[in-house]
């Protein structure tokens, strides 16, 4: 459970989530665009196809280890390796959105409604860490100090780090949905095949001799 959060708050929290059901309009017309890509063979892959599994929980390793790490250099007073890795994650954003919305269409709809709100929550965590690496980079640019006093060049840092820690926390909070997704709501998971499993019959189930 997140530091800060009770039972009940995350009870009101995965509650609402699935219970928007103002949402499923939007995503009837959305399932229908991204489902286009999902058809293709570009979509196959970015499903998973190739490895069995969906890509997205791997994809997502990245730009949230990426921004972690940068809000540990922040600490450090280490901005410049704190940019970089925060660009690397914006690299990394675009592959990761795209198979997360594949995976998206083969859910069904209060799954979808998750998906939806997961999807919205990072995207705004992400749009701040794009609006924080564009501060860092007009900051730590060539002539930065000199065209500004050293106080302005030290608040705009400041702000950046604050764009980047609220970043990351939005992104915290959309990989708490993103893990109630999968694995409360069970989103893209198959139970595994049991190689040479008794056939289920409910006669001999339901059969006064069966002890089981």
């Not at 063979?41 to 791997?58: D, E, N």
């Not at 409360?184 to 095949?193: M, T, Y």
Request: proline share 8%.
């Amino acid at each position: 459970m997140p530091v800060g959060m009770t039972d009940s708050q995350m009870e009101i929290l995965y509650s609402g989530t699935e219970s928007a059901a103002w949402l499923d309009g939007p995503a009837e017309v959305l399932r229908k665009q991204v489902g286009r890509l999902a058809d293709s063979p570009i979509g196959a892959v970015l499903h998973g196809a190739p490895v069995g599994h969906p890509l997205h929980p791997a994809l997502v390793a990245v730009p949230i280890g990426a921004w972690t790490a940068a809000g540990v250099f922040d600490a450090l007073r280490q901005p410049e390796t704190a940019r970089r890795l925060i660009g690397l994650g914006l690299l990394a954003t675009p592959p990761t959105v795209l198979a997360g919305w594949v995976d998206w269409v083969h859910t069904d709809t209060v799954q979808r409604r998750v998906g939806l709100i997961h999807a919205a929550v990072n995207g705004a965590g992400a749009a701040l860490m794009a609006l924080s690496y564009r501060q860092r980079r007009r900051s730590s640019g060539p002539g930065a100090v000199t065209r500004s006093a050293a106080g302005a060049v030290t608040r705009s840092a400041a702000g950046a780090v604050t764009l980047s820690a609220a970043g990351t926390i939005l992104i915290g909070l959309g990989g708490l949905l993103g893990g109630h997704l999968a694995y409360s709501l069970g989103a893209n998971v198959r139970p595994p095949e049991v190689p040479n499993a008794p056939v289920y019959d409910p006669v001999l189930a339901d059969s006064p001799g069966d002890t089981a």
